[in-house]
């Protein structure tokens, strides 16, 4: 997708060291940022520099490629791959992509690995972006159904940031938007402004504006009442973590909107490849959620009126804050799971149909 006219991906190797968007800049500076560690790599994932759990996946393999640029030992390979599993808890596909590369990498010979690593880590990418592209025509079936019934613009709402700015190109829940618009389909998004990190009003709407698609940024208790006035024809969602019996597990906030989805009889989808899929885990409460740092909700951070990034704190420093990154939205308030090979139910019959 595109910044300032140019096409970018989120992340790529280059003369040994991996360049990613610095996403805690955005959308007021725009800085390539060069990693040349597998702690810088651990860092990045830590501190939402990436983030989303494509993107998170991503950066762990290129993680381990650096691991062995630094050091070609295998007890120092295992220590870098435990140690970035262990950056953020939610997101799957941080796990599953630590997995398949090691599963690649055991055995094989020091002279031999770092090509194997790379390979594998451009596979993880290039079948990621392939997996986007492919949701966005499966979801885009969903958007035109809808056009064709209301003759008028696709209100849609989606929350946090599902876009490309979480994966490596085109995004799971905009995914279908982008395909939409590039079909010359009419859609407005209302966008969740997602706090405490705002990655709706930072990220989503500064992507739908680069690819010039008509946005509204609004607070996350907006969209009930949105709902209600029939100004919202259907919602699409992202997942961290997504179970085989279709419980999703995402952003927190995500569950109240599937609760007024529900009400207002206005279909609510999730959108995800496979890879963010959990085969093992069945009860939703025990996935890992990530409780994050309650500076995060203490804190803002804009430009002020000079034109500077600055943070300042909205909070009596008396007041405590809990800060849950994430919520589970139960499978019987999700009217499908948008995938790489088609929409399915949210539920274990569903998800098997598509990936026996």
């Not at 989303?52 to 062995?68: C, D, E, H, N």
């Not at 290039?126 to 592209?133: H, Q, V």
């Not at 680069?210 to 946005?215: L, M, R, S």
């Amino acid at each position: 997708m595109k910044i300032n006219g140019k096409s970018y991906k989120t992340i790529w190797f280059e003369n040994n060291l991996v360049k990613i968007i610095d996403q805690t800049k955005l959308p007021h500076q725009f800085i390539i940022k060069e990693l040349k560690t597998v702690k810088e790599s651990i860092n990045a994932i830590k501190q939402m520099e990436v983030r989303g759990a494509p993107l998170i996946g991503a950066t762990a393999a290129y993680g381990l490629v650096l691991s062995i640029i630094e050091n070609n030992d295998l007890s120092y390979l295992k220590k870098s791959s435990e140690q970035l599993v262990n950056s953020r808890p939610t997101a799957i596909n941080l796990k599953w992509a630590v997995d398949r590369m090691m599963k690649k990498l055991l055995g094989v010979n020091n002279s031999d690995i770092l090509k194997i690593a790379l390979d594998e880590a451009k596979a993880i990418t290039i079948e990621d972006e392939n997996f986007c592209k492919n949701i966005g025509l499966n979801g885009l079936k969903i958007i035109e159904d809808i056009a064709n019934k209301k003759k008028d613009t696709v209100n849609i709402l989606t929350h946090c940031n599902a876009g490309w700015l979480a994966t490596i190109d085109w995004g799971t829940a905009t995914s279908p938007i982008y395909h939409a618009h590039q079909k010359g389909i009419k859609v407005h998004v209302w966008v969740d402004e997602t706090r405490p990190r705002n990655q709706g009003a930072n990220l989503t709407s500064y992507e739908l504006n680069e690819e010039g698609i008509p946005n509204t940024v609004i607070t996350d208790n907006a969209g009930g009442i949105l709902m209600q006035r029939g100004q919202v024809d259907m919602c699409i969602v992202g997942t961290d973590r997504t179970l085989s019996n279709g419980d999703v597990c995402n952003k927190i906030g995500t569950y109240l909107k599937a609760l007024a989805a529900k009400d207002n009889n206005i279909p609510f989808y999730v959108a995800l490849p496979s890879s963010t899929i959990d085969w093992n885990i069945k009860d939703h409460n025990k996935i890992p959620i990530e409780e994050r740092n309650p500076k995060e909700l203490s804190y803002v951070e804009g430009l002020d009126e000079d034109n500077k990034v600055k943070k300042v704190r909205i909070y009596s420093e008396k007041s405590k804050a809990m800060n849950l990154a994430f919520d589970i939205t139960p499978a019987k308030y999700v009217t499908g799971l948008i995938t790489e090979k088609g929409v399915c139910e949210a539920s274990e019959k569903g998800l098997k149909g598509l990936f026996k």
